[in-house]
């Protein structure tokens, strides 16, 4: 069954879920973020079959979150790689991860901690802050149309 397109949608949520709604796609750009590049690394990494993970590759190459770059060890082959738009999602999948982590694993379970490779800190847990530094939650804020109006 073929999904419903949302590229046109007025939600600009709906449309980056047009482009990277699936969990496959949102696991390939975590695999790319982490420096995988290869057909063969992903589908290793995901256990994805080679259809379904091309099929993926594609739209999100389509979309303009991956292209595809020579081989960095210079052989025939070609790689996927994260454009600037593909790596503008990093802080997505940050938060993703990290509301994961608040609520799909018990105290004490083993996972992983994201942390600042300079420093080898954890990395704070993202806020949404309003100009003045204040933290923001759903009920402080709205979203108003182009022009100041309120949505309905």
Known sequence: MKRTSLESADCPIARALDAIGDWWSLLII???LRGMRRFGEFQK???LAKNILAARLRTLMGHGILELAPASDGSAYQEYVL???GRGLFPVLVALRQW???HYFEPGE???ELVDRKRGRPVRTLE???EDGRL???ADTELRRLGGRPTG
């Open 83 to 85: 454009t600037e738009k």
């Open 30 to 32: 975590r695999d790319a």
């Open 110 to 112: 083993v996972t992983t």
């Open 45 to 47: 990494s995901l256990g």
């Open 100 to 102: 994961g982590d608040t």
């Open 136 to 138: 923001l939650g759903p």
């Open 128 to 130: 949404l802050r309003a």
